[in-house]
C-alpha cells in the first residue's frame, strides 16, 4: 500500500479541440452514455460501466496530426462483435485506424483496435476474449464480416 489510501477513481478528463464535435462521436458514434454538461463549463460527461469520462475543451486546439504520435491512449473493453463492427463503421466513416494488434502475451493480452478522435486523441477498442492461436485477420477482413 502507498502512502495515501486512494478508494477509487472519479473520473478521466479527455482533452478535446471542439466539444460538440466530440460530444457527438464518444455518445452517438462510441455509444457511451451521456451524463450532461458540467454547468456552463466546455466539460461534458459520459459514463461506461462504472467509469466517469469528462470531455474537456481545450483552450488551445492542437493540430490533430500531432497527437497521433502519442503513445498515450485510452482503452474500452469491448465483445469480438463490437470490435468487428467498428471496423466496419471506422471504414465506413472514415475514423482514422491506427492498427490492429493481436497482443499475445503481457498484462492485457487480446485483439486491440487503435484509432483516433477527432481530436486526434488515441483510443482503443479491446476484445479480451482473442488468444494466442486463433486467426489473425486485418481490419479490412473483420469489416466483412459484420
Known amino acids: 500500500?502507498?502512502?495515501?489510501?486512494?478508494?477509487?477513481?472519479t473520473h478521466w478528463s479527455i482533452a478535446v479541440n471542439n466539444l460538440e464535435e466530440s460530444e457527438e462521436f464518444?455518445?452517438?458514434?462510441?455509444g457511451l452514455e451521456h451524463m450532461g454538461r458540467l454547468g456552463?463549463?466546455?466539460?461534458?460527461?459520459?459514463?461506461v460501466a462504472g467509469h466517469r469520462i469528462?470531455?474537456?475543451?481545450?483552450?488551445?486546439?492542437?493540430?490533430?496530426?500531432a497527437q497521433s504520435e502519442?503513445?498515450?491512449?485510452?482503452?474500452?473493453?469491448?465483445?469480438p462483435e463490437t470490435l468487428v463492427k467498428a471496423c466496419k463503421l471506422f471504414?465506413?466513416?472514415?475514423?482514422?485506424?491506427d492498427g490492429l494488434?493481436?497482443?499475445?502475451?503481457?498484462?492485457?493480452?487480446g485483439r486491440e483496435l487503435y484509432f483516433f478522435d477527432p481530436s486526434g486523441n488515441k483510443l482503443e477498442l479491446r476484445d479480451p476474449t482473442w488468444s494466442d492461436g486463433m486467426p489473425e485477420?486485418?481490419?479490412?477482413e473483420l469489416a466483412k464480416q459484420a
Open 1 to 9: 500500500m502507498g502512502l495515501l489510501d486512494i478508494k477509487d477513481v
Open 26 to 30: 464518444y455518445g452517438e458514434f462510441l
Open 40 to 47: 456552463n463549463s466546455r466539460m461534458t460527461c459520459y459514463k
Open 54 to 65: 469528462l470531455l474537456a475543451e481545450r483552450t488551445n486546439p492542437q493540430d490533430v496530426a
Open 70 to 79: 502519442e503513445v498515450v491512449h485510452h482503452s474500452f473493453t469491448v465483445s
Open 91 to 97: 471504414l465506413e466513416h472514415k475514423v482514422p485506424i
Open 101 to 109: 494488434v493481436h497482443r499475445k502475451q503481457g498484462f492485457f493480452t
Open 137 to 140: 485477420p486485418t481490419v479490412e
